[in-house]
DNA sequence: ACCTGAACACCGTTCAAGT
DNA sequence: ACCTGAACACCGTTCAAGT
């Protein structure tokens, strides 16, 4: 176990830091460059080492290229960050659709935190697309759908959509870190870590932490159902 | 105006970055550093030029002391920007309370999320301290107490508590990018651009898009209705 | 005890030069 | 047209040395 600090990107830093290059012989030829390669590639390396372990200079080491050479293709880091973000949001095989709008936009929500589980050092850069931008679209205009039909004004779709949004990407945030420390510690699958406040001071807080980290699935749905009211 | 991705810490960066050092040129005395010195000029820091203004050199640079100085305090940076975070989740001048719980509990979010507009840039630290961290005890036993006596068990209040925390800082972390491009662009105070999806394949979304970006004081607490059932 | 200064191993990005 | 390589202006952090 170490004793450094994680960053919200659940990476390690400093010292012991994690390193992704892989094929550092083989040159790429010529003309292979592109968006999609790299793309492919900076996702690996988010996959393996988080999101800090993705450097201009580790993704041209990847691919035996020139890290210069990336901006031919994203104007810079951001941009790149940008375009990792928008397949996380876009997610990959389509919304789900079986009728029931709810139903669907409660999956698609599911869907989207399983997104945020697999790549969750990606969440800070997911969470900067606003609400209103393209990526969102599909996704956005399937739970403005649900919530209409369910009844509520445009107004109060809207607003219940951002909840639920920063709700999940929240949720997953948490959900992260907990799986970091149990990996980092051997204790994967173990209970969270209980909250432990004086109970002199803090009577309310102790009586409830032992459900703070109550089973975090159980956790999610109860939020979603907090939220859309059907609880 | 610029044509620069801000990040999701809203800091100019690449060559226009901000830089901020200010009294490079007066010496601080031996044995006048400590954490409280230190901790004060860094927010100043983070205060002009977000929170990637903030290094270790910067901070040494600002106080006329040697950047490898600062670590006789803090461990690393990251301590250091878990404390400025302990700052914000703490607040200051205390805790609202009139007796009444909710109305208590609301209010003290409101303020919550005045902290977060004000440095905006230090949200995602602040959002990296687990719910079940120290620093939010005290804000916590309030929600929890208020909670309960609202008529919830211990396990609903508990998830009701994750879901209005990470809502407020989701929405403030929107609102401060809103604010901060209208400073960019001199539209202070102007109304939120519009999402304008094509009404043809979004017509759900292009229907609710006006109400998407409405006043955002009001949208807080439309939130904060919808997530606590007073709707 | 507390601070300095050089050093190490990194960054993102620009720009002239090569093929 | 596309990629390279040197260069610039930065990082966080360590460690031996100074006061």
Same mark, same amino acid.
């Given at each position: 176990m170490s004793d450094e600090q994680d960053g919200l990107d659940l990476d390690e830093s400093g010292p012991g830091r994690v390193t992704v290059s892989a094929a550092a012989g083989r040159r790429t030829p010529? %003309? #292979?460059? *592109?968006r999609q390669v790299l793309l492919d590639s900076a996702r690996e390396i988010v996959d393996i %080492? %988080?999101? #800090?372990?993705? *450097?201009m200079r580790a993704l041209g080491a990847r691919l035996g290229v020139? /890290? #210069?050479?990336?901006y031919r293709h994203f104007q810079n880091k951001n941009e790149l960050l940008d375009a990792l973000a928008d397949l996380m949001i876009r997610g990959e095989g389509g919304l789900p659709a079986t009728g029931d709008p709810v139903a669907d936009l409660r999956e698609s929500l599911r869907q989207l935190r399983r997104q945020l589980l697999r790549y969750p050092t990606l969440a800070p850069s997911v969470l900067r697309q /606003?609400? $209103?931008? %393209? *990526?969102?679209w599909d996704r956005m205009e399937q739970a403005v759908g649900a919530l209409r039909a369910g009844g509520r004004s445009e107004a109060e779709a809207a607003a219940v959509w951002q909840t639920l949004l920063f709700f999940v990407v929240g949720h997953a945030l948490v959900e992260a870190r907990h799986l970091a420390e149990n990996l980092a510690t051997d204790r994967? $699958?173990? /209970?969270? /870590?209980t909250v432990n406040p004086p109970r002199s001071r803090y009577p309310e807080l102790a009586a409830a932490a032992p459900f703070l980290h109550a089973d975090l699935d159980d956790q999610f749905e109860t939020g979603l159902d907090s939220i859309l009211g059907s609880r």
């Open positions: 010529r %003309g #292979t460059l *592109s %080492g %988080g999101v #800090t372990a993705l *450097s020139d /890290p #210069t050479a990336i /606003p609400p $209103g931008t %393209g *990526s969102w994967v $699958g173990a /209970p969270m /870590p």
